[in-house]
């Protein structure tokens, strides 16, 4: 799926990926700086992954976990520090949640930092309800 926003190209097409940006913009982010290039590999070859280009160049990322039935985790959203202020985060959101794919799912996140983003395209949070695991290397 291709979807174009003024000079900006939004794809989950993998072979576009910049691979070493994403790894970037992660290990630039408080989520996901403990993550290593095999974990993140892995787990772009697992999920459905957009990325938003300006030419050729990726300036943005997110990753979707689905069973494709039921629900979607949304995560590893991330636009680059210089393309930032220009709605590419609400226009990547907005094409993720409206897409054919996902509409009808129930869709997961988790945020400490963009919760209003996030409540315009319907998410609602729900701390009461949800628990989380993490793993050793991240325990510590």
Known sequence: MDFIY???LISDNKELMDIHAVKGFLARSYWANKRSDE???KSIHSSVCFGIYKEEIQVGFAR???DDATMYWLCDVFIHEEFRGRGLGKKLIEVITQSDRFKDLMGLLGTLDAHEL???YQFNRN?????IRLPDYLRA
């Open 6 to 8: 003024g000079k900006y």
């Open 39 to 41: 974990k993140i590999e």
């Open 64 to 66: 979707v976990v689905t």
């Open 118 to 120: 996030y409540e315009q």
């Open 127 to 131: 701390s009461e309800r949800f628990m």
